[in-house]
């Protein structure tokens, strides 16, 4: 076989783990950032109704501007709290495009309030209310810089980056992101810049074909090469 034909069959096997390593990318945050909304609230402002793509009717976004609030990515942040919280209030949304067995890993940013009890940590509990059984976990903002209780400020200027691993049992999942009304000194956690993408599992049987085709064609073309340099 000439070198054409083994360049032929490498593709295949790169085609074969690309599809995959992205058969189970189709997922994505709608509205991560928040900014979709941003025509709806005033610069330096809050935000009170529903957000596009999230399961909150009654959510609150937040502008950057607002007591100094610095959010990581765009204008627009949401905040994990209903005002003064009680730990009832909390976004979600469902993801689609998932892959039954696969692992994904979603991105988030986190900011403390923290203006009721200043030095109080923020806590938002992050969990799958369908499409998997992982289990919940626990995320503590990083306080903010502010120490007079009811501002002036700054507030949610001092951000996290975290993330959340969950194996989807389903083609759509639903997160959750819920501040506890144990530890939070009644302010609201500031949540944006999530994105989600797929962090490994198990591959559907149609990948495994494709892959092993690769493996096949590529042990061929090797095979007859070795035989043409042989002759």
């Known amino acids: 076989m000439n070198s054409k034909s083994l360049s032929v069959a490498l593709c295949a096997l790169t085609a074969s783990f690309a599809l995959c390593a992205t058969g189970a990318g189709a997922a994505a945050i709608v509205n991560g950032g928040f900014e979709a909304d941003a025509a709806s609230v005033p610069a330096a402002g809050v935000y009170f109704g529903a957000i596009t793509g999230w399961n909150a009717p009654g959510g609150y976004l937040t502008s950057a501007g607002y007591y100094s609030a610095a959010p990581p990515e765009g204008r627009i942040f949401a905040l994990v709290g209903g005002g003064i919280d009680s730990g009832s209030y909390h976004l979600s949304q469902t993801i689609t495009g998932l892959t039954s067995g696969s692992r994904y890993t979603v991105k988030f940013s986190l900011a403390s309030e923290d203006f009721v009890i200043p030095g109080t940590v923020e806590q938002v509990n992050v969990w799958m209310s369908t499409g998997s059984a992982s289990a919940s976990q626990l995320y503590s903002a990083p306080i903010s810089s502010n ?18 691993s969950f194996i989807a049992s389903a083609v759509s ?16 956690t500031g949540l944006d810049n999530l ?9 559907e049987p149609a990948s495994w074909a494709l892959m092993l085709c690769g493996f096949g064609a590529l042990g061929a073309a090797l095979r007859r090469r070795r035989a043409m340099v042989a002759a």
Do not use: M
């Not at 999942?173 to 302010?187: K, L, N, R, V």
């Open 173 to 188: 999942a639903t997160i959750d992101f819920q501040q506890t009304a144990a530890t939070t000194g009644s302010g609201d």
């Open 147 to 164: 120490t007079t209780p009811f501002g002036p400020g700054p507030l949610w200027d001092h951000w996290g980056a975290f993330s959340y």
């Open 195 to 203: 994105s989600i993408f797929a962090s490994g599992g198990v591959p």
